[in-house]
């Protein structure tokens, strides 16, 4: 397991951005699949977009491609979120995941070895 800390979230109105952070405390020479979740309240964590850090693959879970981009600084083994043109329904804590290797398919939780603290999200309208 590697140590994960994320940072950037906070209050905006709709329509605002957000750049999220993940700091990930594992070797640089590892490669992984970093992942962004996310979670409203009364809700399922849902998986966001995805990485693989040897190659910079993404994925995007949903619809959120084109207002979300995942992206990596391999040597400060972080990967960010840029959240754009946010919405009332992107509210919710959001969750940094890793594992070794390349990304699964699809986002279940179950597969992710190493999680951050979270980071509160909220957009008012």
């Known amino acids: 397991q590697v140590q994960l800390v994320e940072s950037g979230g906070g209050s905006v109105q709709a329509g605002g951005s957000l750049r999220l952070s993940c700091a990930n405390s594992?070797?640089?020479?590892?490669?992984?699949?970093m992942a962004w979740f996310r979670q409203a309240p009364g809700k399922e964590r849902e998986g966001v977009a995805s990485?693989?850090?040897?190659?910079?693959?993404?994925n995007y879970a949903n619809s959120e491609e084109g207002r979300f981009t995942i992206s990596q600084d391999r040597p400060k083994n972080t990967v960010y979120l840029q959240m754009n043109s946010l919405k009332p329904e992107d509210t919710a804590m959001y969750y940094c995941?890793?594992?070794?290797?390349?990304?699964?398919?699809?986002?279940?939780?179950?597969?992710?070895?190493?999680w951050g603290q979270g980071t509160q999200v909220t957009v008012s309208s």
């Open positions: 594992g070797d640089t020479y590892s490669t992984y699949c």
């Open positions: 995941a890793a594992l070794f290797g390349p990304c699964p398919l699809g986002y279940s939780r179950y597969s992710y070895h190493s």
């Open positions: 990485i693989y850090t040897r190659d910079g693959r993404t």
